[in-house]
């Protein structure tokens, strides 16, 4: 197969007890440093490693503590402007938020609404898009009226469960913001101690959860998007 | 969702954090198991894990080249971390009678008919193995067994369980690459 001609029965065999798992320290250490050095080796590996992938199928996931993504995340982007390290680039940033503005502004036919009769305080939009699934949800929160308006543009929960909608503010556990509604469009109030929560840097989250909401007041399921709240 | 999964690490690969973090809450509950069945012991599964997400950064540049499949890639590098955390101490800090017990994961008929399709020519070429041998490649993969612990749990020299486990190898690689 991807055999190279310097390589031997019995250095194959090697790669395949690495793969597995069962060499005595010294010898794991002797053979990842060949590995580095030696493609005809490192072709094989990934042959094992391929080979033995299915195996690992009957182990069945257990969700970390939330504080491990915290550490790595902490020592991976020490110096990120926010703690949880989720910025991408400013200026996307900035331009998702005039798009968003646009489209958001188009969508609800506020283009007739004087502007000395919108609300003072600050309003929000957000851009839900999983990266692993097609769901994209768009948000925008009323600072005036407390409403979060939700606009399901694609995707939905997958059979038999629900999405749920978190607010992450700063440090905080995630604060539920209810069930996301099955209709596409709909609108939740949210009370005025959660509204006081909403800042710039604070994150929406979307996660998988069972039929009604995660049953401890967490985020049991996936996380499938994270968007930041962006000031209007 | 192995695309999906290719392209999230691509992503993470180009140093897109976000991408980084989806990644992870897709795939740490099934890395995090990994480590747990090999390491036992939560805290020490948890440094493990870290380890792990900081090479997963660190190595997804190179993820591409590899023309590995996302899961395969994931899973070597948390197996090998794991393998090596608990093969550099002293050996056999826990005795295998000692160990902590490990639920019985018999499949339930369910997930029996999504993993038959999936691992069917690994399991195909292990069938044609000897029962106790297959069950050690299974139990060295999956708990991170090692020699000395495989010997114990066989009740064998371990120069014996050496000779019969590379022999299954040769011919589990007559089986799988035909």
């Given amino acids: 197969m991807t055999d190279g001609t310097?390589?031997?029965?019995?250095?194959?065999?090697?790669?395949?007890?690495?793969?597995?798992?069962?060499?005595?320290?010294?010898?794991?250490?002797?053979?990842?440093?060949?590995?580095e050095a030696e493609p005809a080796l490192e072709a094989?590996?990934?042959?094992?490693?391929?080979?033995?992938?299915?195996?690992?199928?009957?182990?069945?996931?257990?969700?970390?503590?939330?504080?491990?993504?915290?550490?790595?995340?902490?020592?991976?982007?020490?110096?990120?402007?926010?703690?949880?390290?989720?910025?991408?680039?400013?200026?996307?940033?900035?331009?998702?938020?005039?798009?968003?503005?646009?489209?958001?502004?188009?969508?609800?036919?506020?283009?007739s609404t004087q502007r000395a009769n919108l609300p003072v305080g600050p309003s929000y939009v957000a851009s839900l898009t999983a990266s692993a699934a097609p769901l994209q949800i768009e948000v925008l929160y009323d600072a005036g009226s407390r409403v979060l308006k939700l606009n399901r543009v694609s995707g939905g929960p997958a059979?038999?469960?629900?999405?749920?909608?978190?607010?992450?503010?700063?440090?905080?556990?995630?604060?539920?913001?209810?069930?996301?509604?099955?209709?596409?469009?709909?609108?939740?109030?949210?009370?005025?101690?959660i509204a006081a929560k909403l800042a710039p840097k604070a994150l929406l989250a979307v996660s998988d959860e069972p039929l009604g909401g995660s049953p401890t007041g967490q985020p049991t399921g996936a996380v499938l998007a994270t968007a930041p709240l962006i000031a209007m | 969702m192995p695309e999906d999964l290719s392209t999230l690490i691509q992503r993470v690969g180009l140093g897109d954090r976000q991408a980084f973090?989806?990644?992870?809450?897709?795939?740490?509950?099934?890395l995090y198991a990994v480590c747990l069945r090999v390491l036992r012991e939560r805290s020490d599964a948890e440094d493990a894990l870290q380890e792990v997400y900081i090479k997963v950064w660190h190595g997804a540049p190179r993820f591409a080249v590899t023309g590995q499949s996302p899961v395969s890639w994931l899973?070597?590098?948390?197996?090998?971390?794991a393998i090596d955390r608990i093969r550099a101490r002293k050996p056999l800090a826990v005795a295998i009678s000692d160990a902590p017990e490990i639920p019985d994961d018999g499949p339930d008929p369910e997930r029996a008919v999504l993993a038959t399709a999936e691992r069917r020519r690994i399991d195909d070429c292990?069938?044609?193995?000897?029962?106790?041998?297959?069950?050690?490649?299974?139990?060295?993969y999956v708990d991170g067994h090692s020699y000395q612990e495989l010997a114990e749990r066989f009740r064998l020299p371990l120069n014996t369980v050496r000779t019969w486990l590379r022999r299954s190898l040769l011919q589990l690689r007559e089986c799988l690459q035909q």
């Fill in chain 1, 6 to 35: 310097d390589m031997t029965p019995e250095d194959d065999l090697l790669v395949a007890e690495y793969v597995l798992g069962v060499l005595p320290h010294e010898e794991r250490v002797a053979l990842a440093a060949r590995l």
């Fill in chain 2, 21 to 30: 973090r989806t990644l992870y809450s897709l795939t740490s509950p099934k």
């Fill in chain 2, 126 to 140: 292990l069938s044609r193995l000897k029962a106790e041998r297959a069950d050690a490649v299974r139990a060295a």
């Fill in chain 1, 159 to 193: 059979q038999g469960r629900d999405l749920q909608l978190w607010l992450i503010a700063g440090n905080e556990a995630p604060i539920s913001l209810g069930v996301v509604p099955a209709a596409t469009s709909a609108s939740l109030e949210l009370a005025s101690a």
């Fill in chain 2, 75 to 81: 899973a070597a590098i948390a197996r090998n971390h």
């Fill in chain 1, 44 to 111: 094989r590996r990934r042959f094992w490693e391929d080979e033995f992938a299915p195996l690992g199928a009957e182990v069945e996931p257990v969700r970390p503590p939330a504080h491990v993504l915290a550490a790595v995340e902490k020592r991976l982007f020490p110096h990120a402007v926010q703690p949880r390290g989720l910025w991408g680039s400013l200026a996307f940033w900035r331009a998702a938020t005039a798009l968003l503005l646009v489209l958001v502004v188009a969508g609800l036919g506020l283009f």
